[in-house]
């Protein structure tokens, strides 16, 4: 079965699903890790940080996500209950950044972004939309052929890899 994240860009991208399609794809499944309490005070406990409910609440939110989500998303997501600021969310996520229990990038407008770094989610390319700033995980992929050979040619180590252009939405209403 093909993953509908595939389905979508290779509407909205025929050129450059042809040339991934020449890749060997790895991961084809959803990008979502366990949502269990007990899962997220375990990723605490191996990354040595201290169980708060604070930290709880924002791995949960992370830990259920489908897509990468900033930092006022999972502000908004954590709702009036908690007793959270803005600032405590931005400390907890640089920790768990620094713990490598998320991974952090940025989009060209600026907008950090955060998704849980777990074998649940592999590192794997974004489609970023640059009218609407919509986030589309895509499927990880081996470099290989030519694309490999020009990256080790450079010497350069490729941490994070980032499609911008028009959604589909937005370029049914930009004709």
């Not at 450059?16 to 990723?43: C, H, R």
């Amino acid at each position: 079965m093909k993953d509908p994240v595939s389905r979508e860009l290779r509407e909205m991208f025929p050129g450059w699903i042809l040339f991934a399609n020449e890749l060997q794809l790895l991961y084809d499944g959803p990008m979502k890790a366990e949502t269990s309490s007990s899962a997220a005070v375990g990723a605490l406990r191996e990354a040595g940080l201290r169980k708060t409910a604070q930290r709880l609440a924002v791995l949960n939110i992370l830990n259920s996500a489908d897509s990468p989500l900033t930092a006022n998303d999972i502000f908004l997501r954590l709702g009036s209950p908690q007793k959270i600021n803005r600032v405590t969310v931005y400390r907890i996520l640089s920790s768990f950044t620094r713990k490598g229990m998320i991974r952090e990038f940025e989009s060209r407008r600026g907008i950090h972004y955060y998704e849980r770094a777990n074998a649940f989610s592999p590192s794997h390319p974004h489609f970023i939309c640059r009218a609407c700033g919509r986030m589309i995980c895509m499927t990880s992929f081996v470099l290989s052929g030519p694309l490999k050979k020009m990256i080790d040619q450079q010497g350069v180590s490729i941490e994070h890899i980032s499609i911008s252009g028009l959604c589909r939405l937005c370029r049914c209403n930009n004709p």
